[in-house]
């Protein structure tokens, strides 16, 4: 049983890193990890690209590449040639920074499939906290979706009343209408029949105008917090590095279904270009697997084929 408190500093960084453990790994916030050493060495190696040096598991600018060629399964753990950038050197010789974090990717079982990345960090796990404290964020707009929702609930009840209300009008002003022809017929002065039956018009012309007005702020109020709720989404997806920013602006002016499939689109776009799955465009690439010809036909991108 093993931790993932894996160190770093400019003494070391000329001789091969442990860059994970193998077997069961433990990390300092309690997740669990199964690691089986061969199989994800050649898991990165099938993958082509070194793997990247960050900054607090940030994504975006290199800190330094771990030669994927250079992997080496060890008793301990996996180890890995390190080359830093001049900006990490700068960070691990003045002891900025003191830690390695590995960015796994792992299946229901907790197997560990691929080490995307490597933080460079001061707090191991890292990754994990930034996950937590997003799904509390999620938590808390779900909460507040569903304490809109309950407000939105209680409005088109509103709504329900009043519609039930105007229509009851409506029927009554029909009836009082037969019964008035019926009350002429026998001779009874119209003048107070005509009063009654513009009063009972009056109050469903009323209760229709009122209904209308309710209506139209409720759905007003609605698309506007749909709109404000799903900017909000796209700032945290954009953040976190799961939308391009070129892709942000068009997918304020979506909604609905179409809005879902574009994102998932972007999404698979943002992990290609941001890193997480590069794409060779040059002829050493026969090629496109499954997943990168579909996210290619989905954005109108000619790969090499």
Known sequence: MQGL?????????????????IGIAHGL??????????????????????????????????????????????????????????????LVENKAFRYLSPEYYVDDDKNVIHLDAMGLVNQPNLLNKA?????????????????????????????RKLADEAETKAE????????????????????????????????????????????EEVLNNNEKEQAELNKKRLDSLLQNGLILPNRYQKALNMKGKFLEDYLDVCEKEASIVLGKKEINFTSKRKELNAYEAKVFKQLGIKGDK
């Open 5 to 21: 408190l894996l160190e770093i500093n400019s003494k070391n960084t000329d001789k091969k890193i442990k860059i994970s453990p």
């Open 29 to 90: 916030d309690g997740r669990v990890f199964k690691i089986d050493g061969e199989k994800l060495i050649k898991n990165i190696q099938k993958n082509d690209l070194d793997i990247v040096l960050n900054l607090n598991h940030q994504g975006g600018e290199a800190y330094g590449w771990f030669d994927r060629n250079s992997l080496e399964l060890r008793e301990d753990g996996i180890y890995a040639s390190l080359e830093l950038t001049p900006k990490g050197k700068e």
């Open 131 to 159: 996950l937590n404290k997003i799904k509390s964020l999620v938590k808390i707009s779900e909460n507040k979706i569903k304490k809109e929702r309950n407000i939105m609930n209680e409005e088109l009840e509103e709504l």
């Open 172 to 215: 009554n002003l029909e009836e009082s209408a037969n019964q008035a022809e019926e009350n002429v017929g026998k001779g009874e002065d119209p003048s107070t029949i005509i009063e009654a039956l513009k009063k009972e018009n009056e109050e469903l012309k009323s209760k229709l105008a009122e209904l209308s007005a309710k209506l």
